[in-house]
């Protein structure tokens, strides 16, 4: 994690030198989302690292779906417990379910995790792609936003889809497809994470700082949820690498889904862009303890 952060860094002092502009950042996001980091699944699928029969395949599948079922309640109940107004409940609703699993995810995976990790991260980003463009758009709209089937299959979300069937199948490419994977995927780590610190310094990180109720939610979803998880999937003897990815994925930051959501429909979104800068910011410390305690 110590490389990540200082890749963030590099981000944060290149968005205050003024290098990078709301153009350029809004570009490469692009790039990222739609061909580095369905490369970087495709190349953890055809690369052959990840050694995964069809008993794991569909246990990580059960896993992912449990996983989001039980962020989903989460998200019903937990803005409740800590008494949100009723026009920001939805805002917490989402902030639960649609954590950064693919932007700041895949590649904090592909960094951090042996190769087999990457199977339950694929699955994650499947369930997150399926169930935002469904769930997430009504939690955020109040129910007056239509869902638009279209937009759930975007390149990520292909990526991942295609990458669990190869490794169903267990396709075995040419070498220069893979070595092509490899080579575009290989940039997803550090623009991402240089991305991530450009959106730090642009935050409105000072007003986050001051909502006691983000700072609950940090507790509890960001703490004492994967700690929870750690100690369940122990108990229950699930193996190392499961156990490693479902930690990692639990504990990531808001996404930026919620943010742009919000926004299309005119919504304040001070309270999204303060938590997301927070968590985000929490994320480089309680991941790395998370990970050095699994």
């Known amino acids: 994690m110590i490389v990540i952060i200082v890749l963030v860094l590099i981000g944060f002092f290149l968005e205050k030198r003024g290098t990078v502009d709301r153009i350029t950042s809004k570009n490469i996001s692009t790039i990222i989302m739609d061909i580095c980091n369905p490369a970087l699944m495709l190349y953890s699928a055809l690369s052959g690292q990840v050694q995964a029969d069809h008993t794991e395949i569909l246990t990580a599948a059960g896993l992912g779906a449990a996983f989001y079922f039980l962020l989903v309640v989460i998200g019903f109940v937990f803005p409740r417990i800590i008494r949100v107004e009723r026009s920001e409940r939805h805002f917490y ?10 932007f700041i995810g895949i590649p904090v995976a ?28 009504i939690v955020l709209s109040g129910g007056k936003e239509r869902i638009r089937p279209g937009k759930i299959f975007s390149p990520g979300t292909i990526a991942a ?17 893979v070595e092509l994977f490899d080579y575009i995927g290989g940039a997803t780590v550090f623009l991402s994470m240089m991305l991530l610190g450009v959106a730090i310094a642009r ?10 109720r983000i700072w609950l939610y940090v507790l509890l979803r960001m703490i004492l949820f994967p700690t929870a998880l750690i100690l369940v999937l122990s108990v229950v003897d699930f193996p190392e690498t499961i156990e490693n990815s479902m930690c990692l994925m639990a504990a990531m930051p808001i996404g930026n889904l919620p943010l742009i959501q919000a926004e299309k429909t005119g919504e304040d979104t001070t309270l999204l862009s303060g938590a997301i ?14 990970m050095s305690v699994v």
């Not at 935050?203 to 006691?212: C, P, Q, R």
């Open 93 to 102: 609703n989402a902030m639960c379910v649609y954590t950064n699993v693919g």
């Open 110 to 137: 592909h960094a951090i995790l042996p190769a087999d990790g990457m199977l339950f991260v694929l699955v994650c980003n499947v369930m997150y792609s399926l169930l935002f463009y469904t769930h997430g758009v």
């Open 203 to 212: 935050s409105n990180l000072i007003e986050g700082m001051k909502n006691i």
């Open 277 to 290: 800068a927070i968590s985000t910011i929490v994320s480089m410390i309680t991941i790395t303890v998370f």
């Open 161 to 177: 889809i295609l990458s669990l069937v190869l490794f169903w199948f267990r396709v075995t490419p040419p070498a220069v497809v």
